[in-house]
């Protein structure tokens, strides 16, 4: 399963509504549910037929270096940049870029480049990577091909 897959393809692997497939909202389009896969939930949004969200808190997905829940991500030092006196980066991720009420205790990359585009309204509909810690460890990964808050 992976953001820009087609719903179809997603079904023949892991089950549609009603088999596997566990719908908590749609209308307009846009289909929320999720699967019961690897002793967790894997939240899925369907938009247009496609995969536009992943979230998932599993250990078991994990990237080809062993990167996953329970990882440590190290805070690293402060950089200073034109529009933050100190902003900590990892990977082109960049420590609490969206703040709404209060900081959200994640990682954020927006767009698809080696460096985070701002994590503003202006980029909404691009796609938004988050990575959510405690105590400098990985809980959860929330994946947008187009977010929008």
Known sequence: MA???????????????GHGFHVLSQGNGIVQGYYRLHRSRVFVTFEDGR???????????????????GSRIPLGPCQRTATNRCEHRWHGFVWN??????????????????RSLPATAA????????????????IHFHFALKFVD
């Open 3 to 17: 953001l820009g897959e087609s719903r179809a393809s997603v079904e023949r692997d892991y089950g549609s509504a």
């Open 51 to 69: 995969v536009n969200e992943l979230d998932f808190t599993t250990r078991y997905y994990r990237t080809k270096s062993g990167f996953g829940v």
């Open 97 to 114: 870029a969206w703040v709404r009420e209060k900081p959200c205790n994640c990682w954020v990359k927006v767009g698809l480049g080696a």
């Open 123 to 138: 980029n909404f509909r691009k796609p938004w990577f988050f990575i959510y810690t405690s105590g400098g460890r990985v």
